[in-house]
């Protein structure tokens, strides 16, 4: 058992950034569940000029990491082709649609790590079918996607507080206050 786990070492290692990355314990600060759990719809259709809104960048992180997964399981004919397919329609969302979104998105990090269980570090350097780039660089890729759309949610988040106080009817969030104590969110 311990050889089998010095031979995948780099899948072990990726597993953990991915699980860091998006449960929460990264160095850089809240992850992507820590940044859109507890989010009322209200915050998540907040608008801002012609930005995406939060439930829009959870739907294109979640396409993304399924784009990834389907790589990952050899499906070189799967594609995110239009906009639809991309970002989703929300110009209005409930709290349903929002509670399946992040469940979506949850559910797609517990198919990647539950598909990187069977490979091993030799696959990593495969080229993905299709592409120039190995499944190594594929899968850190996700990882650094993941970490700038959360970026992106951390800045939507702090201005939709800072706008509540003008809208009686903005729905707050206990996840405003994230407890890092960097002004982040």
């Known amino acids: 058992m311990a050889k089998k786990a010095t031979e995948n070492l780099l899948v072990e290692r990726i597993k953990d950034l991915l699980n860091a990355s998006f449960h929460g314990g990264a160095w850089h600060g809240p992850s992507v ?44 004919t799967y594609n995110i082709e239009d906009d639809k397919k991309n970002w989703g329609n929300f110009d209005k969302i409930d709290q349903f649609e929002l509670e399946t979104l992040m469940m979506e998105m949850t559910l797609s990090q517990d198919e990647l790590i539950k ?23 594929l899968i850190h890729g996700i990882i650094h996607h993941d970490l700038y759309h959360s970026g992106q949610i951390a800045i939507l988040k702090k201005i939709a507080k800072k706008s509540r106080n003008d809208d009686d009817d903005f729905e707050g969030s206990r996840y405003f206050e994230d407890g890092f104590g960097d002004n982040l969110i």
């Open 33 to 76: 569940l820590e940044l859109t759990k507890g989010i009322s719809a209200k915050e998540a259709a907040f608008k801002v000029a012609d930005a995406h809104t939060i439930a829009e960048l959870i739907y294109h992180i979640t396409s993304w990491r399924i784009f990834v997964l389907k790589r990952l399981q050899g499906d070189s």
């Open 115 to 137: 598909e990187l269980e069977s490979k091993t570090d030799a696959f990593l350097e495969e080229i993905v079918p299709g592409s120039e780039y190995t499944y190594y660089t």
